[in-house]
């Protein structure tokens, strides 16, 4: 019997961590915010592992809404899944909903730095 292990680049957050993972981490981090019964967080997962892996400049984190709901009431998050970019601590950009990579893709371009 084989086991498939997965390897992923999203981390857990949690309310308790939320500011040495997001607000005080100095370069970008992509929260993607969803709940374990939600079908189209399954789905956008796919895209965000696969964005994670193209971006070694990208620190990629997982906000579980029902076991936390600190960071979804503050940042205003009523749907999910909702990813949202951080760019040294502060909101750069919310979008809601289920995104192909390449939206994904044009989200981060328009904020990370090139060179990076």
Same mark, same amino acid.
């Given at each position: 019997?084989?086991?498939?292990? =997965?390897? %992923?680049?999203?981390?857990?957050? =949690?309310?308790? *961590?939320?500011? +040495?993972?997001?607000?005080?981490?100095?370069?970008?981090?992509? $929260?993607?915010? +969803?709940?374990?019964?939600?079908?189209?967080?399954?789905?956008?997962?796919? $895209?965000?592992?696969?964005?994670?892996?193209?971006? =070694?400049?990208?620190?990629?984190?997982?906000? *579980?809404?029902? +076991?936390?709901?600190?960071?979804?009431?503050?940042?205003?998050?009523?749907?999910?899944? %909702?990813?949202?970019?951080?760019?040294?601590?502060?909101?750069?950009? %919310? $979008?809601?909903?289920?995104? =192909?990579?390449?939206? $994904?893709?044009?989200?981060?371009?328009?904020?990370?730095?090139?060179? +990076?």
């Amino acid at each position: 019997m084989s086991v498939k292990t =997965s390897l %992923t680049k999203i981390m857990p957050t =949690s309310d308790k *961590d939320w500011c +040495a993972d997001v607000t005080n981490y100095p370069g970008a981090v992509l $929260v993607f915010f +969803a709940a374990a019964w939600c079908g189209p967080c399954k789905q956008l997962k796919a $895209v965000v592992e696969t964005v994670a892996e193209k971006h =070694s400049n990208l620190k990629v984190v997982e906000y *579980d809404v029902d +076991a936390e709901q600190g960071q979804t009431i503050a940042y205003g998050v009523r749907g999910i899944p %909702t990813l949202i970019l951080f760019k040294s601590g502060s909101r750069a950009e %919310t $979008v809601t909903g289920y995104q =192909s990579v390449a939206s $994904v893709e044009r989200m981060l371009a328009r904020h990370l730095d090139k060179a +990076a």
